[in-house]
């Protein structure tokens, strides 16, 4: 009951978020789901360069079950907020494949409702993890659709001398002109308690 209480407040949150900027928060993270019951917190801040423009997000992320991970995004944009949920699921896993693979799926507001579909693939290296994919996020606008198709590509580093502190670094590169406002870079880490 919890679960869904707090899955019911998070989509509410997401369709009653006020007038939000143009920005996007990319993958963020190589491909492998967090364990159940593992909890992450993220701070990524977002160098929007087609925009020459700066933006913070603020993330989390909850291991729902083996292979399911719940993420929650805040942005901060001068006086705006960027704000998204979305579900990932794992469908292949290093070492029992040769890459990571995870598909994902949610709701974003962007000024409008929008959704965020992609495809994440990654390569673990100790302590390195490669990863890359393609980010669909069509924005619903008045009587038109965007239909913005980013390839993320990026670097989780997992510290060794710590297991709770991964640094990440992440480039988002538009593949159509739909998404050209999107282009961005990423620096920041995660923490897992």
Do not use: C, W
Not at 34 to 44: D, E, M, N, P, W
Not at 113 to 121: A, D, E, M, P, R
Request: net charge negative; no cysteine; proline share 4%.
């Amino acid at each position: 009951m919890k679960k869904q209480l707090t899955i019911f407040t998070l989509l509410l949150s997401i369709m009653m978020a006020p007038s939000l900027t143009k920005a996007q928060d990319g993958f963020f993270s190589d491909a492998r789901t967090l364990g159940k019951g593992t909890t992450a917190l993220s701070i990524q801040p977002v160098f929007l360069t087609e925009q020459e423009d700066f933006m913070l997000i603020f993330r989390g992320a909850y291991g729902i079950q083996t292979g399911l991970t719940g993420h929650a995004k805040l942005g901060v944009f001068e006086d705006e907020i960027y704000f998204g949920g979305h579900i990932e699921g794992n469908i292949a896993s290093e070492p029992n494949a040769g890459l990571s693979v995870a598909v994902l799926g949610g709701l974003y507001t962007y000024g409008e409702l929008g959704l965020k579909t992609g495809i994440n693939v990654s390569k673990y290296l100790d302590p390195i993890s490669i990863y890359t994919g393609v980010n669909y996020q069509p924005l619903f606008l008045d009587g038109t659709t965007l239909h913005s198709v980013l390839v993320p590509v990026g670097l989780d580093i997992h510290l060794r001398n710590t297991e709770k502190v991964d640094l990440i670094f992440e480039a988002d590169i538009p593949v159509n002109d739909d998404a050209q406002f999107l282009q961005a870079l990423s620096l920041g880490a995660r923490f897992y308690l």
